[in-house]
């Protein structure tokens, strides 16, 4: 075991498939001679060279396209964006070109790529550079959609994603990425343990019960399953024993994990980071209403961000999106308290 | 272009003063880059040092009052200075407080001044650029004489938004001045790595727009030309393309560090266009030869630029956050 952050997890999961599969090539703004934006390629270029790692002018379009076209024709590729917002750009071609051509024509071909980068509320990077858009991905069938909480999960299933033969968005958690070991160990004991077997990797629909309770069930992804362990401790404190599942992907998604906690619990709090109309948590908490209906000892809470557009000032920043006090509050409300 | 007039130098020492005063304050920010959070300040913090003369000497050439209009890309407070803007306001709305012109909701890279014609600077590479084609349209519908000016940074050109863009402005002539700050780097990307081809100006030939290429450094050559263009635009409504050479003194924002910059351009190259390319010392020395600008007066200014930032962080400094209340305003209209 190795204890990583999530940003190491993310060069460690590259650069193994890179040595293992020479399909697989990286394209992106910055990813070569700067080193990676965040610096999760360095070094990449020196060890692959410029036709495996391609530093890219910025132009997400064209990324896309250069992922999608090579990728039909036989190539792995992995395309980076310096934040997941700026895939907007290029929307296009991931939900009208990869998501459909597999179907539109009838299985002739596949497109076996990874889209990735860092997601969500930042330090003050306001409305255009803060998004978590998911649930823009979640919505189309032909993709599927990754959300890591942890360094190993980061690592297993980006890994997976890549081995994976269809297009796959990986939403990165910029909020987790230079977390330090410590920090997340002092949430939960091993949170930062990543296997070293280079054969590890994570499969695609299967949530994971990080911290195991009886009252109520705390459901999360990505930055937000952080949250519930840290209200889980506050829980715990008050004498209130909380479970947290941990989704990890959003399509394929695992209800079935969920919905065996929730049967335990009878109570359910989902979470989410940014908007909650018509959101992931709104999905799920439909589905539990449509399958634990009669397990419910109270209606399924959500605890989303607010419905705004990031701001940029700090306090206000703050309380856009989900704190573990708004999720203690939400438990404590399915339990009358 | 028309016989040059003999230039209005007490017009030029106002200009030199506004870059000096962009200058102080953009270096107040870098340097008290160490005191962010105390000061409210986050984000990526792009500065426009070393490219004052385009946004002084651009938007020096419009008449704002009249309704001409600019919109911008992120590296955006020397454009609100140049228009007039209250530094406070904007330093203010850098630090992410109530008083920020933006109320501190958009911070350093969205900046803008209704009152002024800035419609805004803008996060998205490129994604400015189109809006401009609209802002145009706008003043072409009712037939104003006016015009509107549009900055984006070489990278902007990369984008599939820009060519949609600039064939459609030809093809409505709209006035649009389309000023590429070609400061040669895209963050860490050079020209070089990521145009095919390299003149820049000559890119957008195959849309038989108008364009021109200006030393972004030369306040008197970027004034001097744009008015002139302006005036032909207002007698004429087309676009115009403008590539500025200019040069980027600081990092790309505040996380492009002295190592991460290693990668991509050296010590000796920054240190050079800071001798050899400055604005504010091209000016100077201009204003200087013509017997406009002494040695007192630039101790005076410098001396009014630095207190000028000062004022505007203790303004800022002293400003309350934005309530709570403010998060779920100004969502609708
Ligand atoms: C669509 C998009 N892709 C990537 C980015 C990240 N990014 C922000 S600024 C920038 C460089 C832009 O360079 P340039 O247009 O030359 O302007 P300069 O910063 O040099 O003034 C990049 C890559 C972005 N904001 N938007
Ligand atoms: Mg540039």
Known sequence: MARLRYADAISSALREEMLADDRVFIAGEEVGQYLGTLGVTSGFLKEFGPMRVVDTPISEVGILGLGIGSAMAGLRPVCEMMRMDFAMVAYDQVINHAAKIRYMFGGQFKVPMVIRGPSGVGRQLSAQHSQSLEVLFAHVPGLKVVVPATPADMKGLLKTAMRDDNPVIVMEALRLYFEKPDVLDAILPGLSEVPDDPDFTVPFGQANVLRVGTDVTLIGYSTMTIQCLKAANILAQEGISAEVVDLRTLLPLDMATPIASIKKTHRAVVVQEQWGLYGCAAEISAQIAERAFHDLDAPVQRVTGAFVPMPYARNLENISFPSEHDIVIAAKRTLGR | ?333
């Open chain 2, 1 to 333: 272009m028309a016989k040059k007039p003999t230039l209005d130098l007490t017009k030029y020492v106002r200009f030199y003063e506004q870059m000096v005063y962009i200058r102080e304050f953009e270096e107040l920010i870098g340097k008290e880059w160490n005191n962010a959070a105390a000061h409210g300040m986050g984000g990526y913090m792009h500065l426009y040092s070393g490219e004052e003369a385009i946004a002084v000497g651009l938007i020096g050439g419009m008449d704002l009052s009249a309704g001409d209009c600019f919109i911008g890309h992120y590296r955006d407070h020397g454009y609100a200075l140049a228009a007039g803007s209250d530094p406070g306001e904007v330093m203010a709305e850098i630090c992410g407080k109530a008083t920020g012109c933006s109320k501190g909701k958009g911070g350093s890279m969205h900046i803008c001044d209704a009152a002024r014609g800035f419609y805004g600077g803008y996060g998205i590479v490129g994604g400015n650029v189109p809006i401009a084609l609209g802002l145009g349209w706008a003043l072409k519908y009712r037939n104003q004489k006016n015009v509107c000016a549009c900055f984006f940074g070489d990278g902007s050109m990369n984008q599939g938004a820009f060519h949609e863009t600039l064939n459609m402005a030809q093809l409505y002539k709209v006035p649009v001045i389309f000023a590429l700050e070609n400061n040669g780097y895209a963050m860490g990307t050079s020209i070089e790595r990521s145009h095919a081809n390299q003149n820049l100006r000559s890119r957008v030939d195959s849309f038989a727009m108008r364009s021109v290429t200006i030393n972004g450094q030369d306040i008197f050559e970027v004034h001097e030309q744009m008015s002139q263009i302006i005036q032909e635009m207002k007698e004429d409504p087309h676009p115009v393309f403008v590539e500025f050479k200019t040069y980027r003194y600081h990092g790309h924002g505040a996380a492009d560090t002295p190592v991460t910059q290693s990668t991509y351009r050296t010590r000796d190259e920054v240190a050079r266009a800071k001798e050899e390319k400055d604005p504010i010392k091209f000016a100077q020395a201009k204003l200087i030869d013509a017997g406009v600008l002494t040695n007192e007066m630039i101790a005076d200014i410098q001396a009014r630029a630095y207190a000028s930032a000062e004022a505007a962080m203790k303004f800022s400094d002293e400003s309350p956050y934005p309530d709570p209340s403010e998060l779920i305003k100004d969502v609708y209209a």
